[in-house]
């Protein structure tokens, strides 16, 4: 899945795409107050935009892949610590495939478990981010955003129909999933 920034100048989107897409376009607007990208996450991102079109693409590129260590490096597991009680140990070491496949499965299935909330979590967080940053001093946003948190969906459209429209359509776009099942 691609990445999707998005390039504000004051109240106007005025580019969706890549990141090297978005780069370019704050670059023809550098100098001009008011430029803010915002990353996948409602976030506010700032780029290097020095040098020319070719310098920024060779910037932004991403990384080249690194040899990987030792393990399972074709699915890609990382080694990290785990810090746990004994009787912790004490009962992964009983299950069938050791400690490390007892874990992936607990893991597993707790991220099944909590897939739908965390989804509506991070919908609410991205489009909360994303308004303070860009209209925290737009009329009712502390109303819009206690509407936004609380799933109700009818007062938060009612809440920011008066917003710019580029404003008020980015921030449906991060709210998408804000209005399911928490």
Aim: proline residues 7%; charged residues 25%.
């Amino acid at each position: 899945m691609d990445e999707v920034f998005v390039v504000f100048h004051g109240p106007t989107r005025v580019a969706v795409g890549s990141r090297l897409d978005a780069a370019l376009a704050a670059q023809r607007l550098v100098g001009e107050a008011g430029v803010l990208i915002f990353d996948p996450a409602g976030r506010s991102v700032d780029f290097d935009l020095s040098g020319g079109p070719d310098v920024l693409a060779a910037r932004l590129a991403p990384p080249a892949e690194t040899p990987r260590g030792r393990g399972r490096p074709k699915l890609g597991v990382v080694a990290r610590e785990v810090t746990l009680l004994p009787r912790h140990w004490d009962w992964l070491a009983t299950q069938p495939g050791g400690a490390s496949v007892a874990l992936r499965k607990l893991v597993e299935a707790a991220r099944r478990a909590s897939e739908g909330p965390d989804r509506v979590r991070a919908a609410r967080e991205a489009a909360y981010r994303f308004a303070s940053a860009i209209g925290g001093d737009l009329p009712a946003f502390e109303e819009a955003m206690r509407a936004l948190f609380a799933g109700d969906d009818a007062a938060f459209e009612a809440r920011i129909q008066a917003w710019p429209g580029d404003i008020a359509a980015q921030l449906r776009t991060y709210a998408a999933e804000a209005f399911g099942e928490a």
